[in-house]
């Protein structure tokens, strides 16, 4: 799209200009208010860049228009001496820019106006620059301009546009210090919009993890009982679960493989089965990796609107191992299948319901899937030799609702669906006893994503205190912290966060400027059915 997007970068400042030339009288008036107001909007828009690491999308137009008093205080709040230097060095530049090209317009023919104006009333009506799935475009006028539109629509007709936050580029530093030899292989496996619940191995009445179910009753592995995503979007869980931070309040924070990559001699392998063009993700994902493999580089088609099949992707990332394992490494690997829309193989549908398929039985039949491309992977690393001296992790990037609260899908709420995800460690033999035993207790205890990294860093002998200190997570092979706080986050970044300081989850939304609170005895009311906020005493 970038030809069009250039065209209507082009009609946008053309109309600008043409708007200013109709004030032949007050000119000058007409040309200080334009550039001031496309100064303002540039302040405004990069400085939401600075912040949240994001040009503006779909949810902050949205925010900004049920929420302008807010905005408003916020952007007042946030504004310093260097935004209004900034904003008076624009507008002097877009002054001379649009008096120029003003001058420039008058010169021009009647019917060459229109034509470039019905040109950008088409764009406007038609293209959307991609803004329905990388928000984070080239250029701020597009993107925000048509999540303006969008977000109008929304309001106005009730259509819901499927929206994502897209990656940027991070601009992270990493420590110089000699490097060591890796300990461990490890493999880090992360799930798509699979929720805990839905796994056999967590009590669901359907066999849907049948390989993990193997592996608990025989003592293979750990299972860890209250494992939660940080986040209910891939774009925030992600690098939170890489980085060990909490990136919503700090965004530019270096990966486990951007610290592997220098730290030692590991190489660094990251496979996915999932797209990561529309979201720019292969900006974030490849900095530092030996190996990058997505979507877009794989020899079949997607299986979905999200990516390639899992099974396909895992016979050849087993190949590529097989090729490529000697020497140590550390390797992700993202799944797809179980994401919307949830899509059966012919011949695998193995659960269904008396009125026929329904969308709950479809997930389930991926997460059946799921397991069995999961017991591929481990029969690999077996008769390779390489569990023998491999880590293997698996987790979720966030869970899934199916209308248990008025809610299907994800990015709507922090309760239980969609933030508790599985989390199980194998662990090769040979690994020292006491740090087994570390894992296992906190796997008796809430963990998060955030623990992930320090974690990784303990098992790599790299935790030298400063890095520690960095981090937003607890290492599980450490003393387990009893009073510890788990940060939690929803889509808009605003209106929605929650903590988890055991036995309670704490949860504030904020709509229409209207702060609402809820707390949940975890242990007592694990559905988070009995809201006790108004209960608790003020300590």
Not at 136 to 149: E, G, I
């Amino acid at each position: 799209h970038f030809f069009f997007s250039f065209l209507f970068e082009w009609t946008l400042w053309f109309m600008a200009a043409w708007s200013v030339s109709t004030a032949v009288k007050r000119r000058t008036v007409a040309v200080a208010a334009g550039a001031s107001l496309i100064a303002a909007a540039q302040v405004l828009v990069y400085g939401h860049y600075a912040y949240f690491g994001v040009i503006p999308n779909l949810y902050s137009v949205n925010y900004a228009l049920t929420h302008t008093a807010d905005t408003l205080a916020l952007a007042a709040s946030s504004a310093t001496w260097g935004h209004a230097a900034a904003f008076l060095a624009m507008t002097a530049g877009y002054a001379f820019l649009l008096s120029n090209a003003a001058a420039a317009v008058d010169t021009l023919r009647p019917r060459t106006r229109y034509a470039a104006g019905a040109a950008f009333v088409l764009l406007t009506l038609v293209f959307n620059n991609n803004v329905r799935f990388v928000p984070a475009s080239y250029s701020f006028s597009p993107a925000t301009l048509f999540s303006v539109k969008y977000a109008l629509a929304e309001r106005w007709g009730g259509e819901m546009k499927d929206v994502h936050r897209g990656y940027v580029r991070r601009r992270c530093t990493v420590a110089e210090r000699p490097p060591v030899r890796a300990r461990y292989n490890v493999v880090l496996f992360i799930g798509e919009s699979l929720r805990r619940k839905n796994l056999s191995a967590y009590g669901h009445s359907r066999r849907t993890s049948p390989f993990l179910d193997s592996l608990i009753a025989a003592g293979s592995v750990i299972r860890f009982d209250r494992h939660v995503s940080n986040a209910v979007s891939t774009q925030f869980s992600v690098p939170m679960l890489l980085s060990g931070t909490f990136t919503i309040t700090r965004p530019d924070q270096p990966y486990i493989y951007d610290l592997l990559r220098r730290w030692t001699d590991a190489r660094t392998w990251f496979f996915t089965s999932q797209s990561m063009q529309r979201s720019n993700i292969d900006l974030i994902y490849n900095t530092s990796l030996d190996t990058f493999v997505c979507q877009e580089g794989l020899p079949f088609p997607p299986a979905n609107d999200l990516g390639a099949d899992d099974a396909a992707v895992g016979e050849l990332v087993n190949g590529y191992m097989a090729r490529h394992s000697g020497g140590r490494f550390f390797a992700v690997v993202q799944f797809n299948n179980t994401h919307y829309p949830y899509t059966v193989k012919p011949g695998r549908a193995l659960f269904a319901s008396p009125e026929g398929m329904t969308e709950a039985d479809r997930y389930d039949n991926t997460v059946r899937d799921q397991d069995d491309v999961l017991r591929g992977y481990m029969h690999s690393l077996r008769t390779r030799g390489l569990l023998d001296s491999t880590v293997v992790l698996f987790t979720a990037d966030h869970g899934e609702a199916f209308g248990e609260r008025g809610h299907r899908g994800h990015l709507n709420t922090l309760y239980g669906e969609e933030v508790d995800v599985p989390m199980w460690v194998y662990l090769p033999p040979g690994f020292p006893p006491e740090a087994r035993k570390s894992i296992e207790a906190h796997a008796r205890r809430t963990t998060s994503h955030l623990d992930i990294v320090p974690t990784l860093l303990d098992l790599y002998g790299l935790d030298d205190g400063r890095q520690r200190g960095a981090l937003d997570g607890t290492s599980w092979l450490r003393p387990v912290t009893p009073d510890r706080v788990i940060p939690l986050v929803g889509k808009d970044m605003i209106d929605t966060k929650a903590v988890i300081a055991a036995p309670y989850k704490f949860i504030e939304t904020v709509l229409n400027g209207v702060a609402a609170y809820e707390a949940y005895d975890l242990t007592a009311d694990p559905a988070e059915r009995t809201n006790r906020w108004t209960a608790l005493t003020p300590e």
